[in-house]
């Protein structure tokens, strides 16, 4: 083979990766749950979003009055407040699929046996920042305890339960939700990146350009669209959140 054509090989090979993390990814929103047997915030939507092999599989975490983390998304549910409300009140009320609520830990042993998919953990507000920082500890302690540390990202709308990971957890990506912060601002905390929504990012577009200046990640949400997923794809989102995992990963698929 000839020197010109072996330089140009390797500068093609030295281009694949660069062309690879370029590409979006896919978070299944509450996880995979539009689809049969599943319900929002399941185990069965974890193992259904392992399944279609998207980036990861978002869910939501709030603390009990006795302090138990579940995994719901709304404040309430059957009129209960879910952090007003003891873990004993709350076990055996049904998902839409029939599975109790999950408490954390038993959705993280259930991550065990899944292999790849990234857990992206949403710790809801809380009442105070104190409860806000509990949160995030007692998050962080089981994380750790499961020993997943390293297929977990945090999310929080709350900042104080937001700068409480970055402190807890240098190393762990932790993403902002709320979308007032602009990226300079974020990256100042120590943060990894925005999780903003589309709203916001149809907004303010050039932070797409400024998040990446500094390093930043951007993940968008709930983009249930795909003409607004490619929207965001071309403007440079590194993830998108989406209840419509397959659609959306057939989008993203050369
Ligand atoms: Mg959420």
Redesign the pocket.
């Known amino acids: 083979m000839k020197l010109k054509s072996i330089s140009f090989l390797l500068a093609l090979l030295l281009t694949l990766p660069v062309i690879a993390q370029d590409k979006a990814q896919v978070i299944a929103?509450?996880g995979y749950w539009k689809c049969e047997g599943s319900a929002q915030n399941s185990i069965r939507s974890l193992e259904r979003a392992e399944e279609i092999k998207v980036y990861g599989s978002?869910?939501?975490v709030h603390l009990t009055s006795d302090n138990v983390p579940v995994i719901f998304?709304d404040d309430k549910v059957n009129n209960l407040v879910i952090q007003e409300t003891p873990y004993s009140t709350l076990k055996d009320i049904k998902l839409a699929n029939g599975e109790s609520i999950p408490t954390l830990r038993e959705y993280l042993e259930a991550a065990k046996h899944t292999r790849h998919i990234k857990l992206i953990f949403?710790l809801k507000a809380h009442a105070t920042p104190e409860r806000n920082r509990e949160a995030a500890r007692i998050s962080v302690d089981l994380i750790r305890e499961k020993k997943l540390q390293d297929r977990t990202e945090y999310i929080s709308f709350n900042l104080d339960a937001t700068k409480e990971f970055v402190r807890l957890e240098p190393k762990a990506a932790v993403y902002y939700l709320n979308g007032e912060l602009s990226p300079k601002e974020v990256k100042a905390l120590g943060i990894t990146g925005i999780d903003y929504s589309v709203k916001v990012m149809q907004q303010q577009p050039q932070w797409f350009k400024e998040a990446k200046e500094l390093g930043l990640k951007v993940n968008v949400w709930t983009v249930n669209d795909p003409a607004v997923a490619k929207e965001m794809i071309k403007q440079g989102a590194d993830f998108i959140t989406t209840d419509i995992p397959e659609e959306i990963q057939q989008l993203i698929k050369p």
């Open positions: 929103h509450r978002e869910f939501d998304h949403e």
